[in-house]
Structure formats: C-alpha cells, structure tokens
C-alpha cells in the first residue's frame, strides 16, 4: 500500500484525520480516542498500515483517512505493541468498522486513562457527548 505522507506536525495530521472523520458519530469517536490516546498516530508503522492521505477538492483542505480494518488485522499480527495499546486500537476499530472486540480483554488490558476514554468514545458514537473523570489528577 502506498501512503502519501504529512510533511508536518502533529496536530496537522490531528486536524486531517477530524477532517476526514467529520459528519459520521463512530468514526469521529474512534478518530477522537485515537488522537487522544496519542501513540498510534506518532509510530511510523502505523501510519504506513492504516492512514491515507489525501486533497478534499470541495473544501481545499488535507485529509486523513484512517483504516481501521487493516490497523486491527496488524496489531493482531505484525505491529508490536503493550496489551494496553492493542486494545485501545481494538476499540476503536469496533467504534468505527463494527469489528469484534472482546470488551472483557479490553476492559481488564486499560488503564484507568485509557479506559475513560475509550467510555468517553462509546458515548460520542451514541450521540451522547460526556466528560469521564479518571481520578487521576486527584
């Protein structure tokens, strides 16, 4: 698969992935916990497996396509990764595409972060915009 790549920052390719993301709950919420989960969008093989960029002609801007299918088939196989950050993915993979997550591994593989997150995405592709709190910063 040939990828062509941002040249930029980070929150360039953020920017792109809500671009493309935008208008679909599910995809939105699982763009959104990939972002906020941050790691996946700065290993070099996961954007060479699962991001497309592309041009918008329509609105003249950069987007970023992720796919989740192909990111889920490799973390199960050739993408090294924690426990923790395989079920992240999971996640939104079964957000976004409908794939089948085992939500017991999930639940028992995040950490409390990472959980409210993942919580905080099932309610955005509901409709249903929340805030978790972690009890992290207390």
């Not at 930029?8 to 992935?17: K, S």
């Not at 992720?66 to 395989?86: L, N, T």
């Not at 089948?100 to 993942?118: Q, S, T, Y």
Request: with cysteine; glycine share 8%; net charge negative.
């Amino acid at each position: 698969r040939r990828t062509p790549r941002l040249t930029t920052c980070f929150d360039d390719l953020t920017e792109a992935i809500r671009a493309w993301a935008k208008g679909w709950l599910p995809t939105e919420a699982a763009a959104e916990l990939l972002i906020a989960h941050r790691g996946w969008l700065l290993r070099e093989d996961f954007l060479q497996v699962a991001v497309e960029v592309g041009w918008e002609p329509f609105c003249g801007r950069e987007v970023a396509a992720i796919d989740f299918a192909a990111a889920a088939d490799a973390v199960q196989g050739v993408m090294p990764c924690s426990d923790g950050e395989r079920q992240v993915l999971l996640v939104a993979a079964s957000i976004a595409e409908g794939i089948p997550v085992d939500l017991r591994e999930a639940a028992l593989c995040l950490d409390a972060v990472n959980a409210a997150r993942a919580a905080q995405a099932v309610c955005h592709a509901a409709g249903r915009r929340v805030q978790v709190v972690t009890g992290a910063g207390q």
